[in-house]
């Protein structure tokens, strides 16, 4: 903190923990036109350019301009005459100036409060390493923060924590937090009537900046719930960490108790948010979803005969039990509902190829097809709502063997009528071009076969000969990110910045998302060319041509040049070796031919080699094993074999000995006969030709998504000012013209 230096930027006085690079002051300086003006921003910086830390502090400094306003008018309401009225009115003059149009140029004294930052990025082991910046910086010290997470990560409580599902995880903690059996949940409980905020209470004199791990840590030392402290503690936090989901998805905002109004939202690795977008805002029914639903309809609606057969036989109500918010006769409709709902999918006809595709606004054809229509989803919506929230308490409410899954997916599906609706009601009274079209443009409608799970313990020669209908799966997806950020957008959100190191081309992103985007930048790397090697290798050292092209990716010669390819480089290459493939396939086919040739020994014998699992503990103890390899003086460093779009690729720390070099092996491109991407492919040709604008088409989406993933990958290699290293395109693809 002794190094910290005070940097001017458009009136603001913002702290850095050392003298910034042109670039990084460049950088800030749009943040901070971003928040005073009130706008969204769009920023562009590839990784190693201190674009976390440049975000953080000329937001933080921002943000405390802000705090100091809300002071100042409660100066104002004071009075003041002679020295200390000109003393306020000279700091009114320079806060007006740092806070910009967001300035309230009406405000005569009375308290107006500032805004939250809520920062979000994919993962928390991403939102960790912000937290590690943030407590580099002097406003670690100074601004509270908060992180949402999950049961999964917060709960300290054995008996749910070792649990095996989120889903159970969160049945059995709300079956012990209404009984109180959780004794850190009514620890905390306890103290929370005494204490206005107890996560602060709790923190006292240590560090106000936690991440996930921090705040579970604290929980254990006071044997308070983090999960519930976490939850409470969001409305006094300066800043609030979370991932994607929590913040794109307006049930998970709800369920978390996120309020985004006023805020300013910060997407960071925000070249995932566009698929991600899609995901928040798609949805899936199978048939044994809607067959579990029926089920679970069942079990309470023959709950509630029983119950009234009793009373009847004692002539008296059961007080002990809680009364349902529900009918018999709306759980008999709604069950009758559901059964027509799954008969209305069967009797579709599908093609050849077992599938049907239809339009966005076929899903409420099909659902008016069973009677459920504008004027009663949201009856219908809320009568689900109640009975979920009763099969997932259980306990006393209800004995219930089910936790309500299945009627959770269908209350998923349903909710896109009244949302759609909304938006459609909201766009004939806007003016923005593409917003007048109907929302269900932005969806498509897609049923297949729903994919067949070998059940566990079945005996083949029993099942052998038998003819099992098998059922279909509903799919709404969506294929614009626009759709999940203008509902961000319209709850009043201050600012929308979005930020990466591979977001280009912008035009083709801001289109996307369909929103304006007025402040953009693409700042320049900070490293100078003598610290990076790019080549391109097109041929193994038997002469071999280097393609991974769906054609040839499989082919042994190929696979086994490749693989003495990556002999050579093993060799030469000192330290940390990252290899990434176009998917898992790919590598593990490389990697069982490598295996059986003898290439993988050979490899060995320069580094220890590590395979990405899929698995999060398997992920976690293969990094830290490489790290510690890495580190073995009794070793030649260490190799990671990894896939584009996967968790290496995704923000880890590879500086200086951790990857000197990365290896890219073939186009990670998206599977092209993969329906969701056939139907996303065509949905842009159209898009292309309603709206006549500048916005990409199909082919160009699907070269897109490969390179961003290809940049994304090459972005582990160099990671500050000083690192260097080499970036290896092994394809022949690579080379320019061809």
Same mark, same amino acid.
Request: glycine residues 8%; hydrophobic residues 35%; neutral net charge.
């Given at each position: 903190?002794?190094?910290?230096?005070?940097?001017?930027?458009?009136?603001?006085?913002?702290?850095?923990?050392?003298?910034?690079?042109?670039?990084?002051?460049? @950088?800030?300086?749009?943040?901070?036109?971003?928040?005073?003006?009130?706008?969204?921003?769009?920023?562009?910086?590839?990784?190693?350019?201190?674009?976390?830390?440049?975000?953080?502090?000329?937001?933080?400094?921002?943000?405390?301009?802000?705090?100091?306003?809300?002071?100042?008018?409660?100066?104002?309401?004071?009075?003041?005459?002679?020295?200390?009225?000109?003393?306020?009115?000279?700091?009114?003059?320079?806060?007006?100036?740092? /806070?910009?149009?967001?300035?309230?140029?009406?405000?005569?004294?009375?308290?107006?409060?500032?805004?939250?930052?809520?920062? /979000?990025?994919?993962?928390?082991?991403?939102?960790?390493?912000?937290?590690?910046?943030?407590?580099?910086?002097? @406003?670690?010290?100074?601004?509270?923060?908060?992180?949402?997470?999950?049961?999964?990560?917060?709960?300290?409580?054995?008996?749910?924590?070792?649990?095996?599902?989120?889903?159970?995880?969160?049945?059995?903690?709300?079956?012990?937090?209404?009984?109180?059996?959780?004794?850190?949940?009514?620890?905390?409980?306890?103290?929370?009537?005494?204490?206005?905020?107890?996560?602060?209470?709790?923190?006292?004199?240590?560090?106000?900046?936690?991440?996930?791990?921090?705040?579970?840590?604290?929980?254990?030392?006071?044997?308070?719930?983090?999960?519930?402290?976490?939850?409470?503690?969001?409305?006094?936090?300066?800043?609030?960490?979370?991932?994607?989901?929590?913040?794109?998805?307006?049930?998970?905002?709800?369920?978390?108790?996120?309020?985004?109004?006023?805020?300013?939202?910060?997407?960071?690795?925000?070249?995932?948010?566009?698929?991600?977008?899609?995901?928040? /805002?798609?949805?899936?029914?199978?048939?044994?979803?809607?067959?579990?639903?029926?089920?679970?309809?069942?079990?309470?609606?023959?709950?509630?005969?029983?119950?009234?057969?009793?009373?009847?036989?004692?002539?008296?109500?059961?007080?002990?039990?809680?009364?349902?918010?529900?009918?018999?006769?709306?759980?008999?409709?709604?069950?009758?509902?559901?059964?027509?709902?799954?008969?209305?999918?069967?009797?579709?006809?599908?093609?050849?190829?077992?599938?049907?595709?239809?339009?966005?606004?076929?899903?409420?054809?099909?659902?008016?097809?069973?009677?459920?229509?504008?004027?009663?989803?949201?009856?219908?919506?809320?009568?689900?709502?109640?009975?979920?929230?009763?099969?997932?308490?259980?306990?006393?409410?209800?004995?219930?063997?089910?936790?309500?899954?299945?009627?959770?997916?269908?209350?998923?599906?349903?909710?896109?009528?009244?949302?759609?609706?909304?938006?459609?009601?909201?766009?004939?009274?806007?003016?923005?071009?593409?917003?007048?079209?109907?929302?269900?443009? &932005? @969806?498509?409608?897609?049923?297949?076969?729903?994919?067949?799970?070998?059940?566990?313990?079945?005996?083949?020669?029993?099942?052998?000969?038998?003819?099992?209908?098998?059922?279909?799966?509903?799919?709404?997806?969506?294929?614009?990110?626009?759709?999940?950020?203008?509902?961000?957008?319209?709850?009043?959100?201050?600012?929308?910045?979005?930020?990466?190191?591979?977001?280009?081309?912008?035009?083709? &992103?801001?289109?996307?998302?369909?929103?304006?985007?007025?402040?953009?930048?693409?700042?320049?790397?900070?490293?100078?060319?003598?610290?990076?090697?790019?080549?391109?290798?097109?041929?193994?050292?038997?002469?071999?041509?280097?393609?991974?092209?769906?054609?040839?990716?499989?082919?042994?010669?190929?696979?086994?040049?490749?693989?003495?390819?990556?002999?050579?480089?093993?060799?030469?290459?000192?330290?940390?070796?990252?290899?990434?493939?176009?998917?898992?396939?790919?590598?593990?086919?490389?990697?069982?031919?490598?295996?059986?040739?003898?290439?993988?020994?050979?490899?060995?014998?320069?580094?220890?080699?590590?395979?990405?699992?899929?698995?999060?503990?398997?992920?976690?103890?293969?990094?830290?094993?490489?790290?510690?390899?890495?580190?073995?003086?009794?070793?030649?460093?260490?190799?990671? &074999?990894?896939?584009?779009?996967?968790?290496?690729?995704?923000?880890?720390?590879?500086?200086?000995?951790?990857?000197?070099?990365?290896?890219?092996?073939?186009?990670? &491109?998206?599977?092209?006969?993969?329906?969701?991407?056939?139907?996303?492919?065509?949905?842009?040709?159209?898009?292309?030709?309603?709206?006549?604008?500048?916005?990409?088409?199909?082919?160009?989406? @699907?070269?897109?998504?490969?390179?961003? /993933?290809?940049?994304?990958?090459?972005?582990?290699?160099?990671?500050?000012?000083?690192?260097?290293?080499?970036?290896?395109?092994?394809?022949?693809?690579?080379?320019?013209?061809?």
């Amino acid at each position: 903190m002794a190094n910290t230096r005070l940097v001017k930027i458009a009136g603001i006085d913002v702290s850095f923990p050392f003298d910034p690079y042109p670039n990084q002051v460049e @950088y800030m300086t749009n943040v901070i036109s971003c928040l005073q003006q009130g706008v969204n921003g769009i920023l562009e910086s590839p990784t190693g350019t201190g674009k976390t830390l440049s975000l953080l502090c000329s937001s933080l400094a921002w943000l405390e301009s802000q705090k100091a306003q809300v002071e100042l008018s409660r100066l104002k309401g004071g009075g003041g005459e002679g020295s200390s009225a000109a003393f306020k009115s000279i700091l009114e003059q320079n806060l007006e100036k740092a /806070a910009g149009s967001t300035w309230d140029q009406n405000n005569q004294g009375a308290f107006r409060g500032y805004p939250r930052i809520i920062y /979000a990025s994919r993962t928390h082991s991403q939102l960790t390493q912000v937290v590690q910046e943030l407590k580099r910086t002097v @406003y670690g010290k100074s601004i509270k923060s908060n992180v949402i997470g999950s049961r999964d990560q917060l709960c300290i409580n054995p008996k749910v924590s070792t649990l095996g599902s989120n889903s159970a995880k969160t049945l059995m903690c709300r079956q012990m937090t209404k009984q109180r059996t959780c004794y850190p949940y009514v620890k905390f409980d306890d103290k929370r009537q005494k204490a206005t905020d107890v996560l602060a209470e709790v923190i006292g004199k240590e560090s106000r900046v936690m991440d996930i791990e921090d705040l579970v840590q604290l929980g254990r030392k006071h044997q308070l719930c983090p999960f519930y402290m976490a939850k409470e503690g969001q409305g006094s936090a300066d800043v609030i960490f979370m991932p994607y989901q929590y913040l794109l998805d307006p049930a998970a905002r709800k369920a978390s108790g996120v309020d985004v109004s006023g805020c300013i939202v910060i997407f960071d690795e925000a070249h995932n948010l566009e698929s991600i977008c899609e995901e928040s /805002a798609s949805s899936e029914l199978k048939a044994s979803d809607l067959a579990m639903a029926v089920n679970e309809t069942q079990d309470v609606l023959t709950t509630m005969l029983q119950r009234e057969a009793t009373e009847t036989v004692l002539g008296t109500s059961l007080s002990s039990t809680t009364e349902p918010e529900y009918t018999v006769n709306e759980l008999t409709l709604l069950k009758t509902l559901l059964l027509e709902l799954e008969a209305a999918i069967d009797a579709l006809q599908l093609s050849h190829d077992k599938t049907l595709k239809k339009s966005g606004r076929f899903l409420f054809e099909l659902f008016a097809s069973v009677g459920i229509n504008e004027n009663n989803i949201n009856q219908l919506l809320e009568l689900v709502g109640k009975v979920i929230h009763d099969l997932s308490l259980g306990g006393e409410s209800a004995s219930f063997s089910r936790n309500g899954a299945g009627l959770t997916k269908v209350f998923d599906m349903l909710k896109f009528l009244p949302m759609i609706c909304t938006r459609n009601q909201q766009a004939l009274t806007s003016k923005q071009g593409s917003r007048h079209l109907d929302s269900t443009h &932005f @969806y498509r409608t897609f049923i297949s076969l729903e994919e067949k799970k070998a059940s566990k313990g079945a005996n083949p020669w029993e099942t052998a000969g038998k003819t099992v209908k098998q059922g279909r799966t509903l799919h709404y997806w969506c294929f614009s990110a626009g759709a999940a950020m203008q509902d961000l957008a319209d709850s009043g959100i201050h600012s929308i910045i979005l930020t990466s190191g591979t977001l280009s081309p912008i035009s083709a &992103f801001t289109n996307e998302m369909r929103l304006p985007f007025p402040v953009q930048l693409q700042n320049m790397h900070i490293i100078g060319k003598d610290q990076v090697f790019l080549g391109i290798v097109t041929r193994g050292p038997d002469g071999t041509e280097l393609n991974s092209s769906y054609h040839n990716r499989s082919d042994i010669t190929y696979q086994k040049s490749l693989g003495n390819t990556l002999v050579n480089v093993a060799r030469t290459v000192p330290a940390g070796l990252l290899v990434f493939f176009p998917s898992y396939g790919v590598m593990e086919q490389c990697v069982r031919t490598w295996e059986e040739a003898g290439i993988m020994d050979n490899i060995c014998k320069r580094k220890k080699i590590f395979v990405e699992p899929k698995g999060k503990e398997p992920f976690e103890q293969a990094m830290t094993g490489y790290y510690e390899a890495i580190q073995n003086p009794a070793l030649t460093g260490a190799a990671f &074999f990894a896939v584009c779009r996967g968790k290496v690729s995704e923000g880890l720390d590879f500086a200086d000995i951790n990857g000197r070099a990365v290896v890219i092996t073939g186009l990670p &491109f998206p599977p092209r006969m993969d329906h969701r991407v056939v139907l996303k492919m065509d949905f842009l040709k159209q898009q292309k030709a309603l709206l006549k604008t500048d916005c990409i088409d199909g082919e160009e989406w @699907y070269k897109l998504c490969a390179s961003r /993933a290809v940049n994304q990958a090459i972005g582990r290699v160099i990671r500050h000012r000083h690192d260097y290293g080499a970036i290896l395109l092994c394809d022949t693809r690579y080379v320019v013209g061809t």
